[in-house]
T-cell receptor, first 109, second 117 residues
């Protein structure tokens, strides 16, 4: 069946640090892959997406590359800000959206 | 354009009761999906509706059901509530069912927080 495994949190970083949140998936075929973000007090919103192998999704300085050979979609940002503090969810779509458990990121000044 | 709205926002029920949650999608969106979010299990897909038909279903017992109306509004029902049904129930809408290998962004509502006592 479909499943997503992402790095356990919480993650605490200082401002301007480099961020990586690992995500691997199990699915048949080639699902679309997503990162969603949930800011404090707000609803879930799409951060970036990739719909086929080797696609790179990017938004707000975040990037993730669809790696078919390693079934991975790791989220990266070169320099995090306090405003990036949120919960990040990796997800795949195949007859429904399947999410990872979420990683809480806290960025301290 | 108004976003996805869910009512009620908070609900308290007791074991054995049933509950109905409502979701109004973004105007023009015809697909509605439901998800359950709990601290232990995370976000789990319940079902997806398009044009009043259930298109996909997650791995939940039959106590969880849903429907979609001709105006695309959707309701989900949970019968014989259990303590473990306490969760945040999220609704998401998109223009249409996502084609295989394709993509239609899903827009999420704020959720209904259900507490079962």
């Amino acid at each position: 069946g479909n499943s997503v495994t992402q790095m356990e949190g919480p993650v605490t970083l200082s401002e301007e640090a480099f961020l990586t949140i690992n995500c691997t998936y199990t699915a048949t075929g080639y699902p679309s892959l997503f990162w969603y973000v949930q800011y404090p007090g707000e609803g879930l919103q799409l951060l970036l997406k990739a719909t086929k192998a080797d696609d790179k999704g990017s938004n707000k300085g975040f990037e993730a590359t669809y790696r078919k050979e390693t079934t991975s979609f790791h989220l990266e940002k070169g320099s995090v800000q306090v405003s990036d503090s949120a919960v990040y969810f990796c997800a795949l779509h195949q007859s429904g959206l399947f999410f990872g458990t979420g990683t809480r990121l806290t960025v301290i000044p | 354009k108004a976003g996805v709205t869910q009512t009620p926002r908070y609900l308290i029920k007791t074991r054995g009761q049933q509950v109905t949650l409502s979701c109004s999608p973004i105007s023009g969106h015809r697909s509605v999906s439901w998800y359950q979010q709990t601290p232990g299990q995370g976000l789990q897909f319940l079902f997806e509706y398009f044009s009043e038909t259930q298109r996909n279903k997650g791995n939940f017992p039959g106590r969880f059901s849903g429907r979609q109306f001709s105006n695309s509004r959707s309701e989900m029902n949970v019968s014989t509530l259990e303590l473990g049904d306490s969760a945040l129930y999220l609704c998401a809408s998109s223009l249409a069912v996502v084609p295989l290998g394709g993509y239609n962004e899903q827009f999420f509502g704020p959720g209904t927080r259900l507490t079962v006592l």
